[in-house]
């Protein structure tokens, strides 16, 4: 369950007009934002055009400066535009193949970033060789409640999954792309990314420039600046959900540090969709709760209550953070010409849980091994073949992740009392909860694999009535959404009497207190 949260990367941390506000107050991040907006400082839109590679010697300067000996100016091979997991990522995968990297980031490192620091299983099996994890506690039971109501813990022998602080972790991966070789520029603030005009010198190269005028020329750019991404608005990437997240680290003294150590919370929260959580980190509590954007007071009541619920009121908080989360629509495109996107500046997010990390790590090693191609494409054709192989692999891996996290927040948005229900009344849910923050298993992988798992969806589907694809927020799953998460051949199968008798027989069982001991 870790989430990015709207912890963004680079130029990141930069939101649409009218979104939540810089600054770290969580009542002013309550308010709204425009769908798809920038801000001052990320990327901003240009027009696309294919560049061609860069010839052996004819990259930079170790230090970035200097010219080609022709008299042309220098072109890296891939710059990426955010040093967060997904830039950082993308980084290391470029210069691990032996091009050389530009890596751009705005801030200074180490730097806060709105985030719950949860690291599951895919985000470990995505770290670099030799990666430390700085772990400030590790997981071995989950407390579910029901606004409060109806807590049960499930406990776990093995580690479920780790915590971390963005800070810290966001540093060390930038650490392990500069041993790779890239080469790191703090305090670059991106204005826009253009594919022709006065700032590109012929139409085989991509031009980033930063807020001062310099221009850098790029045989592929990699977008990694979050959510409210310009890159991402001059690829023509398409957001269909906009949550609104709002946190607090609140330091405490060791005898309540004691008694969370180990220990996250799962609260599922009074608007549709909604949930809070508790991530322990040493002498301080990570506390934060997330709800669909449009819903900025309620958010905020939902967190003050949630926090005094707890018994924390009486600490003061060192920091409060607000930051908006976006997952791309379907059809939403991941390149234009020699620039892809990858992370927040996707909309790549686990819909359900907003789960943003696995998801920085993964498509960022994917765009950084695909931007090495795109750079070193023959013409502007095979440049194109290269960004749309990376589409696909994007696609039919986290892609179908996706679609079936629509699918349960569809569920969780409906009826939250069926979904605590079954995680804490089920043996099998908890199972599968614990496989997949593990990493043993993925939402997808279940649904596809496992005939239990897609039928037991099935069964949530009929009762939730998603074929209209709307659930209360406005945002639930369409056809196409169940198509991609369903093997073929699974039209019309019956609904099974066991999964059935499952699904009936957890109403009302999360009425059930207390503690029990799980996998």
Known sequence: MSSEHAGNAGPENTEPEGAAPEGTGAEAATRDAGPDGTADGSVGDGEGADAAPVADGQGPDPDGEGSDSDGAADVWDVVVVGAGPAGASAAYAAAVAGRRVLLLEKSELPRYKTCGGGIIGPSRDSLPPGFELPLQDRVHAVTFSLEGRFARTRRSRRMLFGLINRPEFDAQLVQHAQKAGAQLRTGATVTRVEQHGPAVPDRRTAAVVLADGETILARAVVGADGSASRIGAHVGVKMGQVDLGLEAEIPVPPSVAEDWKGRVLIDWGPMPGSYGWVFPKGDTLTVGVISARGEGAATKRYLEDFVARLGLAGFEPSISSGHLTRCRTDDSPLSRGRVLVCGDAAGLLEPWTREGISYAL????????????????NDAVDARRQALNYAFAIKAGLGVEMAVGRRMLAVFE??????????????????????????????????????????????????????????????????????????????????????????????????????????
Do not use: Q, Y
């Open 362 to 377: 993964r498509s960022g090693r994917l765009a950084g091994e695909w931007a090495v191609r795109v750079a070193e494409a």
């Open 414 to 519: 409906r009826r939250p009392g069926l979904l605590h229900a079954t995680l804490t009344g089920l043996r099998p849910a908890w199972n599968a909860f614990a496989d997949i923050t593990r990493g043993s298993a993925t939402l997808g992988g279940m649904v596809r694999s496992n005939g239990l798992a897609r039928r037991a969806l099935e069964v949530l589907d009929k009762r939730m009535d998603t074929s209209s694809g709307v659930g209360p927020a406005g945002r639930g799953v369409t056809a196409k959404d169940r198509d991609a998460s369903e093997p073929e051949g699974t039209e019309g199968t019956d609904e099974p009497g066991a999964v059935r008798g499952a699904a009936e027989g957890t109403e009302g069982a999360g009425e059930t207190k207390g503690t029990e001991t799980g996998v």
